[in-house]
């Protein structure tokens, strides 16, 4: 399964436990990069009342995943991250929720 957090450690473990240095990645002339961690490929901005969403479509080594972040007016910042694959179950989910309105 994708781990959006994977890339963020720094290096792979060996055989001992010891870290060993990934190999430096370079920057694509594409889609925007997120530090070294991944790129974007697509993002939406939904305003809704006092807060601000942020959809953001990344793509890193371990495969694409959702990148959904919430602004509040006071400026807390709260992040989810979740599959590309699981994209249909999210959909179906807020389709569900759209039907008890």
């Known amino acids: 399964m994708f781990d959006p957090m994977a890339d963020l450690t720094g290096g792979i473990a060996d055989d001992d436990g010891a870290q060993q ?4 990645h ?13 790129e974007e490929v697509h993002s939406v ?5 006092q807060r601000t969403f942020y959809v953001d479509l990344k793509k890193s080594g371990n ?13 807390q910042k709260t992040t989810i991250m979740f599959d590309a694959e699981d994209l249909d179950k999210f959909i179906e ?9």
Do not use: W, Y
């Open 63 to 75: 495969g694409m995943f959702f990148k959904v972040s919430e602004k509040s007016r006071g400026g």
């Open 26 to 38: 370079q920057p694509s002339r594409g889609p925007r990069r997120d530090g070294n961690f991944a």
């Open 21 to 24: 240095p990934q190999p430096q």
């Open 45 to 49: 901005t939904i305003h809704a009342r």
């Open 93 to 101: 989910a807020f389709q569900e929720m759209k039907s008890h309105l």
